[in-house]
């Protein structure tokens, strides 16, 4: 029991919550019929260490009070789970998922793309589709971890239609020529030429580019844009947390 409040604790105590341990005299510790010292003094038959039995004055008891630090995650994780273990399993994805992925942050207008301290470039056109997909992760609602949830994918065909074609001309245009092309017409443009055939090829040549900049390629696999098959049609998106992600 003592356990599960000290977990319990962790999960969810105040930043002023403290925790504290009773120590009481070995003699007295499992002793059935001690509790607390009472206000009258009685004597209680004890076990002591060689097996032997004794009555004790509970004057004789020694409590003392230890107060034990803990973790306080209480406020810094979302936690959705009903169970213990569902807590505890939530808990843990949180913590590896915020040591395991460095932040990306995509420079439209300078077409880099940044993870950690890895900084590459990529064309308009690629970074432009990076960024929309990117976009549906950070927009996502669902209030649960992004570890194993792909809520957020989309089909290609979404990609070739309002509103997430009208989100990829303007990134575009931020990563062109941001005070010279004519954004309705480049949506005009990605409308009438954009197809899924490809976009497929520009997926494969972003995952490309996300291999050569990070060679470790577990980490590389949390950006790079992976493809689910759901529902009869494939859907696309990248595991990386969305409060991992940021776009300028």
């Known amino acids: 029991m003592g356990f599960y409040l000290g977990s319990a604790m962790e999960l969810f105590g105040r930043p002023w919550d403290k925790l504290y341990h009773v120590l ?8 059935p019929e001690f509790f607390y010292k009472p206000k009258k ?15 004790i ?8 009070l230890i107060e034990l630090p803990f973790i306080k995650l209480s406020g810094k994780i979302k936690l959705y789970g009903n169970t213990f273990t569902e807590l505890i399993e939530e808990t ?13 942050n995509i420079k439209l207008k300078e077409r880099k793309i940044s993870i950690g301290t890895t900084i590459f470039s990529m064309n308009p056109m690629l970074i432009a589709l990076y960024a929309t997909i990117l976009k549906q992760k950070i927009s996502c609602t669902e209030n649960k971890s992004c570890l194993g949830c792909d ?46 055939y490809t976009l497929r090829s520009y997926i494969t040549k972003i995952n490309t580019n996300i291999s050569k900049a990070i060679s470790e390629q577990t980490l590389a696999s949390l950006y790079k ?10 859907t696309y998106g990248v595991s990386i947390d969305k409060r991992k992600i940021k776009i300028e």
């Open 57 to 64: 004055s509970t004057e004789k008891a020694e409590i003392e």
């Open 151 to 196: 809520e957020c994918y989309i089909s290609l065909t979404n990609l070739t239609e309002k509103p997430l074609i009208d989100e990829f001309a303007d990134f575009y245009a931020k990563a062109y020529k941001p005070n010279i092309v004519d954004i309705e017409e480049i949506k005009y443009k990605l409308e009438k030429r954009i197809s899924p």
């Open 92 to 104: 843990q994805s949180e913590i590896n998922f915020a040591l395991i992925q460095p932040f990306i």
């Open 225 to 234: 844009i992976k493809s689910i098959r759901r529902y009869g049609a494939t």
């Open 24 to 31: 009481v005299s070995s003699e007295f510790e499992s002793n």
């Open 41 to 55: 003094e009685k004597f209680i038959q004890c076990r002591l260490s060689d097996g032997s039995k004794v009555e």
